[in-house]
């Protein structure tokens, strides 16, 4: 077979982004607790103001501004002391002109006060007197009602990525439970007679299964939900059956080795036979990570993805392409990523991008970037590797000492 419709990364980014957006959205309610990282499936209004009372950010003394105007540690202000206010119970009193009221940080500001005053320029001088040595203003080192989020107005967007400060919100607005997108469903075939798995001990030609085990992880870490892994030798009826019976249930169907051009390699041919859209792309302007292949299914909305079959190719083209889609599709397009200084000069290959795999040294001078070099087959590179650089497909290279942007393998 061979590689027919060679995609740059953008190109291949493109068509599965095209593919991920017709897969339908499936929705459940999961409690707060549950909603980490999930997608919300629609907006949510607050139901209510936070905070739902004037809240104080300092100890110290609520006060009436003007009262403070002018006030010095020479010429302080005297204010009497008309309440101590307790954390989570209401203030009393009506400040008055002349009055002021203890309110401890996160306390609520007496009716009346419109400003703090910290304790650290606060005298106490007998039970019920304040000497108040520096002016406030009004509003300060107060938290109005509804100043963080107001009632009615939508706080968090459908298609939002909960992370930890928007759990964090929902709870302060008493939302216990959210509709949430549910994972793209996804199932890890290999393929390969080579192939055993990891509790046997593989005789002379034989390796073991390890690429889903890698491809899982990264689906996890994506955001995905794995309902299934299984690996066939490389049989075409009994991979064309798994495929099948995994297109039924999963949006996405990941396929690893049999995608070159070797004689038993017949990802390609079995996507084109299983899928009503045929393969799309048939090969990745990548190194590695070539023999990458896309097809979709329009009938059963399945995402079909050959990955190569070594394994540091297999997750590299999973992070470049797959995660780097997912993330795109969660409305986080860009990619965290550190500055450092290459260590060797490094060719790229004419007319593919390069991922180039590097161990990260702290130096004083700042971050140096070892380039990891062997072949894609081998599973310690990755292992190495704190994260990796880029170079584009028209780039000629770069040369040690030029800084690149170091991708970061993290969770
Ligand atoms: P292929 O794409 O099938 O030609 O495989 C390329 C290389 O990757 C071969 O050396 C395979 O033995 C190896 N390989 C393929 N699939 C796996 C797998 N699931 N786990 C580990 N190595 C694999
Ligand atoms: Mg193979």
Same mark, same amino acid.
């Given at each position: ?55 104080? +950010? ?9 009262? +403070?105007?002018? !006030? ?49 320029? @606060? ?40 992370? &930890? ?31 055993? &798995? ?18 899982? !992880? ?49 990802? !390609? ?10 393969? @799309? +792309? ?74 180039? &795999? ?54």
């Amino acid at each position: 077979m061979e590689l027919l419709q060679v995609d740059l990364m953008d190109e291949a980014q493109k068509k599965l982004y095209g593919f991920i957006r017709q897969i339908p959205v499936r929705t459940k309610k999961v409690s707060l607790r549950e909603g980490a990282y999930t997608r919300l499936a629609a907006d949510i209004p607050a139901p209510e103001d936070v905070p739902l009372f004037n809240r104080s +950010t300092v100890d110290g003394y609520a006060v009436i501004a003007a009262d +403070t105007y002018g !006030a010095s540690e020479s010429i302080p202000t005297f204010l009497k002391v008309a309440e101590e206010v307790s954390m989570g119970k209401a203030a009393a009193v009506k400040l008055k002109s002349g009055q002021c009221a203890y309110v401890p940080t996160g306390g609520m500001i007496p009716e009346g006060a419109d400003a703090m005053v910290m304790v650290e320029y @606060c005298e106490l001088l007998d039970a019920d007197t304040v000497a108040v040595c520096q002016p406030s203003a009004v509003g300060k080192d107060i938290v109005c009602r509804g100043d963080d989020m107001k009632a009615g107005s939508v706080v968090l967007k459908a298609g939002t990525v909960l992370r &930890p400060q928007e759990i964090a919100a929902l709870a302060a607005l008493g939302v216990g439970t959210v509709e949430v997108e549910e994972p793209f469903r996804t199932a890890i075939i290999s393929t390969g007679d080579e192939l055993v &798995p990891v509790d046997h001990k593989p005789e002379a030609g034989q390796i073991r299964e390890s690429n889903s085990y890698s491809i899982k !992880a990264q689906a996890e870490r994506a955001g995905m939900e794995v309902v299934s892994t299984a690996f066939y030798p490389d049989q075409e009826d009994e991979l064309e059956t798994g495929i099948r019976q995994a297109m039924e249930t999963c949006d996405f169907v990941f396929l690893s080795g049999g995608s070159s051009q070797g004689k038993k390699d017949m990802t !390609a041919r079995l996507f084109d036979r299983v899928t009503d859209g045929g393969v @799309c +792309t048939h090969g990745l302007a990548l190194k590695p990570g070539k023999p990458t292949i896309l097809a979709w299914d329009e009938t059963s909305h399945t995402v079909l993805v050959g990955l190569p079959g070594h394994p540091s190719a297999a997750s590299i083209v999973f992070e470049l392409l797959v995660a780097r889609t997912l993330r795109i599709h969660r409305g986080q397009p860009y990619q965290p990523y550190v500055e450092a200084k290459t260590m060797y000069n490094i060719a790229s290959a004419p007319g593919r991008g390069t991922c180039m &795999p590097v161990i990260l040294h702290p130096k004083e001078s700042g971050l140096e970037a070892e380039p990891v070099l062997g072949r894609s087959g081998n599973w310690s590179i990755l292992v190495k590797a704190d994260g990796y650089f880029l170079l584009d497909h028209n780039q000629e290279g770069i040369k040690a000492g030029e800084t690149v942007k170091v991708y970061l393998f993290e969770r």
